[in-house]
């Protein structure tokens, strides 16, 4: 049964940063793409970072291109988000995401209606709070 379980999430001020972490169990973790998404009070998800099984292919939402950085330790299962210099806008319920193949390196996790795609397994989410 996969498990992806997010932590790292919290309150921060405008220009801060925190590292987002997902454990992740049940599949090998070393076969699939992972990523991440986001949902802020009263919209759809939003599609942030994906990552390639091997860590070789990332992929970032202009939102958030430069700012947030996705990696994988796949000796520990593990999958991060390092997110740096948050925004207010930047506040959101943050998720993790196992993709249904390895080589995917799209956003066909969230559909077009802001949705999340079933094909694709989630983590519970972790609330990111960035204000004054």
């Known amino acids: 049964q996969v498990q992806l379980v997010e932590s790292g999430g919290g309150s921060v001020q405008p220009g801060g940063s925190l590292r987002l972490s997902c454990a992740a169990s049940g599949f090998l973790f070393n076969t699939f793409s992972m990523g991440w998404v986001r949902q802020a009070p009263g919209k759809g998800f939003e599609w942030l970072s994906i990552?390639?099984?091997?860590?070789?292919?990332?992929n970032y939402a202009d939102s958030v291109k430069g700012r947030f950085t996705i990696d994988r330790d796949n000796t520990k299962n593990t999958l991060y988000l390092q997110m740096d210099d948050l925004k207010p806008e930047d506040t959101a319920t943050y998720f993790c995401?196992?993709?249904?193949?390895?080589?995917?390196?799209?956003?066909?996790?969230?559909?077009?209606?802001?949705?999340?795609?079933?094909?694709?397994?989630w983590g519970q989410g972790t609330q990111v709070t960035v204000s004054l």
């Open positions: 990552i390639s099984n091997g860590g070789g292919t990332k």
């Open positions: 995401y196992k993709s249904w193949i390895g080589s995917d390196v799209g956003k066909g996790c969230v559909l077009r209606s802001g949705d999340r795609n079933s094909s694709c397994s």
